[in-house]
């Protein structure tokens, strides 16, 4: 069940979200102001997560369901073990045996998970552009967000949650598991005992999550035919033209899948009260690849440089070696992330070289470019490498790469063909990928507004009807019975 499945859109969260406000609803008045004003509400927020975990992940659920429940026992030790050797003054290994196991058992799971065994696409994933990101639905950003979790509470940056509930509301937030953002469990554990919940708040998500569904269920899958015919041509039938179109196309289509992924996820967050992080802030607006990876997935980024201790930062004591070091060893965690395949592993690696040559010997001479330059290199760039990252091998990489550089099939220059208003949707996702919107920020507001006053509206009239039938079977009943009293 992923995000724009009809049963998603038209039953899970419909009754979620009305379980949500009606829990705060009848939550006490006292417990507004003692901090226990989300608890009915988170805990219909951790069923939602346990339901779309269930349908989502299948027979994964139950592991992930006791990955979640052994982080949050580790939390809580490490949390207890350390305020007792800072009581008694004495040090004890421990906190820290804790976390080595906790850690452990979240790499074995992802790794045997994603690696080992044969995962089957959810459903509603066909034509994803990356549909090994979300098999088993949900397994990476749980072991993400629970890593986080114990590795907060070890560094006594946050106290570990002596409620069940708002640990698996973290770590199962279910709008967040189809592909992030990621969210550090320092930035997130303040807003699950506390947060705002407002109709604006609820209009900007509802705005939010319709940019997204239509990047997603639109744009994406438009681009998504044409991608999957060109990578599937052999040799003799792909071209010149039909190879760089597939390619631009499929550049479209990775970031408007993600990124609209990602902005549902926010807006759903947004509806619930939670405040998320941004995951993509125009990448293809960048000048460099150094740039476009410091705006692509950001918070899979500033996840990394949290935990990992490699980022795309440079430090100002660390000598050249280091930074390689740290740069390759940073696409290595990103090919773990979107693997498996090795044409993922060839294309973060060459993503990798590439970002270190571009730090330590062109950096110089690109800044002295234009930037329209600039933009045109890091595009053709991306192109090329996308291929490598979609094709289904290294020898389906090379034949259409090979067809790129002119050398595939002199037939038939544009292998599919295109509607008019299939054209015309191409050419607004590829203006959605540029940072028009922000120069419309007073026609947001206005759409939030409307939105805001549409919702009103909605409720009312909803209010009325309801009430107005009631009323009306209430009569109707009352007449009904004095007309069956028997004649005195």
């Given at each position: 069940m992923l995000f724009t499945d009809p049963t998603f859109l038209l039953r899970f969260l419909p009754l979620s979200l009305a379980a949500f406000f009606l829990a705060l609803a009848v939550t006490p008045r006292s417990w507004r102001v003692s901090g226990r004003r989300f608890t009915f509400a988170n805990l219909v927020l951790l069923t939602s997560g346990l339901w779309f975990l269930?349908?989502?992940?299948?027979?994964?659920?139950?592991?992930?369901?006791g990955l979640v429940v052994g982080n949050y026992v580790a939390g809580l030790s490490i949390d207890r073990l350390r305020q007792r050797a800072e009581a008694t003054g004495a040090s004890t290994p421990l906190p820290e045996a804790m976390l080595t196991l906790a850690?452990?058992?979240?790499?074995?799971?992802?790794l045997v998970s994603k690696y080992a065994l044969a995962l089957p696409e959810p459903v509603g994933a066909t034509g994803f552009a990356m549909p090994q990101l979300l098999a088993p639905l949900g397994m990476l950003v749980v072991v993400c967000q629970a890593t986080s979790y114990v590795v907060d509470v070890f560094r006594g940056e946050f106290p570990a949650q002596r409620s069940p509930i708002r640990a698996g509301v973290y770590m199962l937030c279910f709008p967040l598991l189809c592909a992030g953002p990621?969210?550090?469990?320092?930035?997130?554990?303040?807003?699950?005992?506390?947060?705002?919940?407002?109709?604006a708040g609820f209009s900007y998500g509802v705005r939010r999550w319709?940019?997204?569904?239509?990047?997603?269920?639109?744009?994406?899958?438009?681009?998504?035919?044409?991608?999957?015919?060109?990578?599937?041509?052999?040799?003799?039938?792909?071209?010149?033209?039909?190879?760089?179109?597939g390619a631009v196309f499929f550049t479209l289509q990775i970031y408007l899948d993600l990124s609209g992924y990602a902005d549902m996820a926010i807006g759903f967050g947004r509806m619930y009260g939670f405040r998320v992080g941004e995951h993509f802030r125009w990448p293809y607006g960048a000048d460099s690849l150094t740039e476009f990876w410091r705006r692509w997935q950001v918070t899979l980024g500033d996840w990394c440089a949290a935990y990992l201790r490699v980022?795309?930062?440079?430090?100002?004591?660390?000598?050249r070696w280091l930074d390689v070091r740290s740069v390759l060893l940073l696409f290595l965690a990103l090919a773990l992330w979107h693997g498996p395949g090795w044409t993922v592993a060839l294309w973060a690696g060459l993503h990798g070289l590439l970002v270190v040559v571009e730090r330590h010997w062109l950096s110089a001479w690109l800044t002295r470019l234009p930037v329209s330059v600039r933009r045109v290199y890091l595009l053709l760039t991306?192109?090329?490498?996308?291929?490598?990252?979609?094709?289904?091998s290294l020898d389906g990489a090379g034949i259409v790469l090979r067809a790129m550089l002119g050398l595939g099939a002199?037939?038939?220059?544009?292998?599919?063909?295109?509607?008019?208003?299939?054209?015309?949707?191409?050419?607004?996702?590829?203006?959605?990928?540029?940072p028009v919107w922000p120069s419309f920020s007073r026609w947001l507001v206005a759409v939030d507004a409307l939105t805001t006053s549409t919702i009103i509206l909605l409720s009312a009239s909803f209010l009325y009807l309801w009430r107005s039938l009631v009323r009306g079977l209430w009569f109707a009943t009352g007449r009904s019975e004095r007309h069956d009293e028997p004649e005195k």
């Open positions: 269930l349908v989502g992940a299948g027979v994964y659920a139950p592991w992930l369901v850690l452990t058992a979240n790499l074995v799971m992802l990621l969210v550090r469990y320092g930035e997130l554990g303040r807003q699950l005992a506390d947060r705002r919940v407002t109709l319709l940019v997204g569904y239509c990047k997603v269920a639109l744009f994406a899958r438009i681009l998504g035919e044409p991608v999957d015919l060109m990578f599937g041509l052999g040799a003799s039938e792909l071209g010149v033209g039909t190879a760089w179109l980022s795309l930062d440079p430090e100002s004591e660390r000598s991306l192109a090329v490498l996308w291929v490598l990252f979609r094709a289904p002199a037939g038939k220059p544009i292998a599919f063909e295109l509607e008019l208003f299939e054209w015309v949707a191409i050419a607004l996702a590829a203006l959605s990928t540029v």
